[in-house]
């Protein structure tokens, strides 16, 4: 039995519980007694109303109010309270609440609750241990969560699904260590990446079509590698390959992308320019750069959530966060 019908049963009982015994003898009881002083007059004055007034509304019975079942209201919050959940993630891309994850009595995310909009590029700080890598983890599949809510686009529970299947769902993750084919070119990396069901060989024999053709162009342009495009990713310098791995993510076409520490490693030049290519990649989808560079983070311009001991410890502006007591204690040090 649903809990819509467990509440209509118990509100019809306690309906029929609730209905006035007696109502006729008591209407009768409370008639003057014959007997009584002044009776007759009071009947006479009650039954004959005077000329052109209104005929008297005969008395109705008090509506007796009875409290819910207990298990009636508990049930009715239960619902609304999922319902507005619902509501509330609904228009959001990533949506967490009340996360927890605990390894041999360690508690690596304590409770904790985070949420992307569509469109949105979010950076999350944090000391070594704040839970930054488990959160990423849960959200790609990776470890499942003790207890709380992991929604994707409003609807899809990511808390049942692996990682292969999130992956397909249109997450993408990017590890701090980039993970490319050395032995290949760029041109080829990116074509291996594209999405779809081909094997390696025939991501590499194929014929490419023009759309296919065309992606490939898009994509060397954003990771400001067109110029190397039959260059071995082996030669490359550690930030070009940090973009071709953003390359190879973007080529699979996700909604969201999770990076983390892009710039670690990387020249001050290299920096500058990986701000600016994140900063264009989240005009088209939705980014979470998980990073320790606070010069990094200021020229990304995005809200930032700092975590610790595995929940928000504080969220809002860099300069917010970066101002705050409890992160400077804890994080940025005096």
């Not at 190879?248 to 909604?255: G, I, N, R, T, V």
Request: aromatic share 4%.
């Amino acid at each position: 039995m649903t809990e819509a019908k467990v509440i209509d049963k118990v509100a019809e009982e306690i309906r029929a519980l609730s209905q006035p015994q007696g109502v006729g003898s008591a209407q009768a009881n409370a008639q003057p007694s014959a007997s009584a002083p002044g009776a007759g007059r009071q009947e006479a004055r009650t039954s004959s109303p005077p000329s052109g007034m209104a005929e008297p509304a005969e008395p109705q019975p008090r509506e007796t109010v009875v409290s819910p079942h207990p298990y009636a209201t508990q049930l009715r919050e239960k619902r609304l309270a999922a319902e507005a959940n619902g509501r509330a993630r609904r228009d959001t891309l990533l949506y967490l609440d009340g996360v927890t994850k605990s390894f041999d009595g360690f508690k690596a995310i304590n409770n904790l609750s985070l949420v992307i909009e569509k469109g949105e590029m979010r950076a999350i700080i944090g000391p070594n241990g704040a839970g930054k890598t488990t959160m990423m983890d849960i959200i790609t599949g990776k470890t499942r969560p003790d207890k709380g809510e992991v929604f994707f686009n409003g609807d899809v529970d990511l808390t049942r699904h692996d990682e292969a299947a999130i992956a397909n769902m249109g997450i993408g993750r990017k590890f701090q260590k980039p993970t490319v084919f050395e032995s290949h070119t760029i041109e080829d990396n990116i074509r291996l990446s594209l999405s779809g069901p081909r094997s390696v060989l025939e991501a590499l024999v194929h014929r490419k079509d023009e759309p296919e053709r065309a992606r490939i162009e898009e994509i060397l342009e954003t990771i400001r590698l067109t110029a190397k495009r039959k260059t071995l990713a082996a030669n490359l310098s550690h930030g070009q390959k940090q973009w071709l791995e953003i390359g190879m993510l973007l080529a699979q076409d996700p909604e969201l992308l999770l990076v983390d520490e892009p710039v670690a490693g990387m020249t001050d030049a290299e920096t500058e320019e990986t701000a600016r290519l994140l900063r264009e990649i989240a005009t088209t989808r939705s980014v979470v750069v998980v990073e320790h560079d606070m010069g990094f983070v200021r020229e990304l311009g995005v809200k930032v959530t700092c975590l610790h001991e595995g929940s928000v410890l504080s969220e809002g502006t860099l300069d917010k966060v970066s101002a705050d007591p409890k992160v400077i204690e804890v994080y940025l040090g005096r």
